[in-house]
């Protein structure tokens, strides 16, 4: 069996995997809360857990993998962009209405996901579907002494967990100088939680032994996972920023609700995404989502391109250079591993770099030299490994492309002749030409890789010799 090795954020160091039960591994990811478009930061860990399912799959086999990536659909700004459709005249009840945007959001998510290139999980469950799991769970937490009733309110009482803040390793102390704590008085403990709150007249809410209300956000993830993988399961993801407070509260909730099991055994979470060098921001007017890149005519792989260019755990930089780069990489490789039938096998090189990590930087690194080497076959299958390549390649990789074949050969001849005496005058030169026309040059010992820029200029390339 293939040894794969992952970065446990509960241990802080990199571990042998392995699963629970080999012939169920199973997956938790928390996915969006469906009140608008996905952003771009949205989408770097459906990639990356994206091509861990992929991984998993590979090697336990397709059916031996679960994958739940759930949908928050109980939402304060669903609620208002329900509210504001019925006092426009929208038919239907304030229920119905949030329902309708709920599905309206998550059917354009699976749009722009598809657009990437993501496989669907194995499960997808709306918080809605599952208010009995939860009102059940916060029944348990307060029978056993971790959570309490307050004023309409159900609060998970901090104290009760001894091991609260170690998967951020932060004391309580630290948690309450640095985090955005609600002060009210009905907490016992400034970092108390909510698991129910109530909801007025205008607002959705379900009957509880608390009264009408609506459970809190921490709560639901802690109740799909249960239902869908058990007590115990193998991994949990997600962004880097809902390691405190929501991955935190998830561990004390459901180790206290479910003492006989471990919860998650790894803990995996992708670093955050900047645009040009900078957070993503609206006041900075570099934020956009999914959609706008498409709209833009940017291709899903090269989106996903780009957010494989950077390890997961390291920030992530998207730049209008990097797309350009991706798309001429691309057509390049689709139309070499178009060449090869579908269901080729991916180089072991590649498989071993993923099992470290998700070492999709490698993997990449890989795809040049089997394009360099014009091994069509492997490049096929390791593209396909990362989610690269469908059964056909795309219709955009099929427009003409710039061909640098005579300028590469030119290239390959002189480093040659360099390499006999030792001159590397002609060499210089020609690379020189080649990077002032915006062209990026890659020399290995495979060969000779020219690939146009965004800057690219053609006209400067007439007359090279």
Request: aromatic share 8%.
């Amino acid at each position: 069996m293939t040894t794969i090795k992952l970065h446990n954020t509960k241990t802080r160091r990199k571990e042998v995997f392995t699963p629970l039960n080999p012939d169920n591994v199973r997956m938790y990811v928390c996915g969006p809360t469906v009140y608008d478009r996905a952003h771009l930061g949205n989408a770097r860990p459906v990639v990356v857990f994206d091509v861990l399912f992929r991984l998993l799959r590979h090697v336990y086999g397709p059916g031996h993998v679960t994958y739940v990536r759930n949908f928050t659909d109980v939402d304060d700004r669903i609620n208002e962009t329900a509210q504001k459709r019925r006092a426009a005249g929208a038919p239907g009840t304030l229920e119905e209405l949030i329902t309708e945007r709920s599905d309206e959001t998550i059917g354009w998510y699976h749009d722009d996901m598809d657009e990437l290139g993501a496989l669907r999980p194995t499960h997808e469950p709306r918080a809605t579907a599952y208010i009995g799991a939860m009102i059940a769970m916060i029944e348990d937490l307060i029978a056993s002494g971790h959570a309490y009733a307050a004023e309409g309110h159900v609060l998970f009482a901090v104290d009760s967990y001894s091991n609260y803040g170690a998967l951020s390793g932060r004391t309580v102390e630290d948690m309450i100088a640095g985090a955005r704590v609600e002060v009210a008085p009905y907490k016992r403990n400034p970092m108390d939680f909510v698991l129910w709150k109530p909801s007025s007249d205008d607002l959705p809410g379900w009957d509880s032994p608390w009264g009408r209300g609506r459970p809190g956000w921490h709560i639901e993830c802690s109740a799909m996972a249960q239902e869908l993988l058990g007590a115990s399961f193998d991994i949990h993801g997600g962004g880097i920023d809902l390691q405190f407070p929501h991955h935190e509260n998830e561990i004390a909730q459901s180790c206290c609700a479910h003492p006989e099991g471990g919860f998650a055994s790894v803990w995996m979470h992708n670093e955050m995404l900047l645009v040009e060098g900078r957070k993503m921001s609206k006041s900075l007017g570099n934020f956009f989502t999914v959609r706008d890149l498409l709209d833009q005519g940017v291709p899903g792989e090269v989106i996903r391109y780009v957010f494989l260019m950077t390890h997961y755990r390291k920030p992530m930089d998207w730049t209008a250079e990097k797309a350009a780069q991706a798309e001429a990489t691309l057509r390049k490789w689709y139309a070499l591993a178009a060449q090869a039938p579908d269901g080729t096998a991916p180089s072991q090189t590649a498989i071993e770099a993923l099992c470290d990590d998700l070492n999709t930087h490698a993997v990449l690194s890989e795809c040049h030299q089997l394009a360099l080497a014009g091994d069509a076959a492997a490049l096929r299958g390791t593209m396909q490994l990362v989610g690269l390549m469908q059964a056909e390649g795309p219709a955009w990789a099929a427009a003409p492309v710039v061909d640098l074949s005579a300028q590469s050969d030119r290239l390959a001849a002189a480093r040659d002749t360099a390499m006999q005496t030792k001159d590397f005058t002609q060499v210089d030169r020609l690379k020189a030409a080649l990077l002032a026309a915006g062209v990026e040059v890659r020399m290995s010992k495979a060969g000779v890789e020219l690939v146009p820029g965004p800057d690219f200029d053609p006209a400067r390339l007439e007359g090279l010799e």
